[in-house]
């Protein structure tokens, strides 16, 4: 018998084209749409899958999905439909669920979307099975404590590891957050390394220990990074368009190192048996290391590669939904989720997060005047120019109408400052041309930070401050932005 997977549905079409996919694969079908009885099946640990149309159960599918966690029941939970809002799909994701394919996708998607959820799956019983055995080391092995130290070492690093990365969706600063976890008090490496893809972009994250790496070493990971994913994958990715982010930020890359560099330990991050990404290791005493820590780092790049994709699948379903369509940045939507994971994320780590509004002045006699192709044309182009001078940790996004919006994280009022100085002579120097016309286009700023809020004041005072400030600007045209010391 194969694995068991059950269907809930009241949907006799669906549920015909789900075995007519599902069962010729080996796998067991069994299907509910009682309501009455589905809660007591799905805790059933013998479902590797549960198949659910959202569309039928609607919001009860963030009970069931606490339900199972709470029960810390094996089983992977994928949703499908069609009657459901982007940002729903979203926090859905976010709250646990494996994964949710469009209904008019089903045929296409549903089988690998189970192969990957039951690979996720079979990682987390790994995670489980490690946790039950280190319980049980805890309580027969008390002579072997300098081992059980080392044990519970481990385990307080995967425990914390799994807590901050699991069901993280923003991997930009993932290296920090490994190292957060505890990792180097459980390992001794003299470099550290993750290859990763979030959309089109390829990545690279670095940590070495004594802040410095060779020229030709850096050259020679990549290459055996690169190399090795292409021998899984067979998926070329050039050097060239490899994004390198150095953790910390003061590493040295220099022609000559004196600290010398073995052949990296290198992980598939993968799922389902496809390659997402590498984990590279070098370290201190490579033979100490493969004796005692393969078990370790295996369960580490499932977790990661479990983080990984949920990241990536987390992306496309927010590209899809959160961007611009006639200037290509992010919409209000995006904005939105985009503010209230950064504040969280400046609030646990004591950060600041600044904010910059931003409104054209004078937009409505250029539609007025040119027309509302020429007012699209001054909006995707003054986008552009907000690409151009923000960071790639910052986000740019269309707030409404002529309005837009600048998030930066990790960046105090003076450095927010600098970028808006940045941004007003982009714009001076930018050519607005509409049909052989120069359009004269001049925008005010309201600049605002964390640090001037309130205790128990949130992302919605930040952004009042600065709509304040930017309307105090528009009345004073000598002064195109705001800060709060004139404010």
Known sequence: M?????IISDNNNDVELLKGIIEPKGFDIEWFADFDEVRDRILEDSYGAIIADYDLIGDMA???IALLQENRSK??????????????????LQKGAYGFVPRNLLSERIYDTILGGLDNRKAFIEILKMIDEQRHVNETLETEKEALGIKNQELGFINRLSSEVAYDLNWDGILPRILNSGLLTVLEPTLLSILYRIGPDWNLSLHASKNEINKETLKGLKRDLVGRYFSLSEEKIPLRELALHLY???????????????KPWILPLSLAGKPLGMLGIVPKDTEAFRRGKEELMSTVSNILAMSLENAQEYHRLKEMTVTDGLTGIYNRTGFRDFIQREFQRAKRYNKTL???????DGFKPINDSLGHQAGDYVLR?????????IRKSDIAARYGGDEFAILLPETEMEEAEVLVKRVLRNLKDHA??????????EISLGISTTDELKKG???????QKADSRLYIAKQSPDFPYQLSRVA
């Open 2 to 6: 194969g694995e068991k997977i059950l």
């Open 62 to 64: 963030f009970r069931w």
């Open 75 to 92: 089983s992977c939970f994928i949703l499908y439909g069609e009657k459901v809002k982007a940002d729903s799909i979203s926090e859905i």
């Open 248 to 262: 910390p930020t003061d590493i040295k890359v220099s022609a000559s190192c004196p600290i010398p560099f073995s």
């Open 354 to 360: 600044s904010l910059v509004m931003i409104d054209v």
């Open 381 to 389: 182009e003054l986008a552009a120019c907000l690409q151009n001078c």
């Open 432 to 441: 607005f041309e509409w049909e052989s016309e120069r359009i004269k286009v």
């Open 457 to 463: 004041e949130g992302e919605k005072e930040l952004i």
